[in-house]
C-alpha cells in the first residue's frame, strides 16, 4: 500500500510559479513510475506529467511542455512538479500519480493523492 500526500497548490497569479510536492509512504517508492495528473471544473481529467522510476525519463503533457518540470527524490520518497509561467487555464486541482506500468488517463493509477488545489488569477 502507497499512500500519496500532495502539498503546494495555493493561489498564484499568470506568470507566476509554484512548486507541488508529493511525499509518498512505504519503502516502495521507486518501483512506481510517478506522475501528475489534474482536473478542472466540469473537465475530465488530463495528464500532466510522468517520471520514471529512476527519474531518468519524463513526459509531459503539450499544454505544459516547456512550462513545467517533474523530478523526483528517491531517497526522500517525494516526487515534485515545478510550475512556471503558470496560466488561467492551468487552474485545477492536481492530483500526484503513483503507477507499476505507467500514467495515463485511460485507467486509474495503482495509487493517487487526495489533491491540491491550484488557481491561477488573470
Known amino acids: 500500500q502507497v499512500q500519496l500526500v500532495e502539498s503546494g497548490g495555493g493561489l498564484v497569479q499568470a506568470g507566476g510559479s509554484l512548486r507541488l510536492s508529493c511525499a509518498a509512504s512505504?519503502?516502495?517508492?521507486?518501483?512506481?513510475?510517478m506522475g501528475w495528473l489534474r482536473q478542472a471544473p466540469g473537465k475530465e481529467r488530463e495528464f500532466v506529467a510522468a517520471?520514471?522510476?529512476?527519474?531518468?525519463?519524463?513526459y509531459y503533457a503539450d499544454s505544459v511542455k516547456g512550462r513545467f518540470t517533474i523530478s523526483r527524490d528517491n531517497a526522500k520518497n517525494t516526487v515534485y512538479l515545478q510550475m512556471n509561467s503558470l496560466k488561467s487555464e492551468d487552474t485545477a486541482v492536481y492530483y500526484c500519480?503513483?503507477?507499476?506500468?505507467?500514467?495515463?488517463?485511460?485507467?486509474?493509477?495503482?495509487?493517487w493523492g487526495q489533491g491540491t488545489q491550484v488557481t491561477v488569477s488573470s
Open positions: 512505504g519503502r516502495t517508492f521507486s518501483r512506481y513510475v
Open positions: 500519480a503513483a503507477d507499476s506500468v505507467g500514467i495515463t488517463t485511460s485507467r486509474n493509477p495503482d495509487y
Open positions: 517520471i520514471s522510476r529512476s527519474g531518468g525519463n519524463t
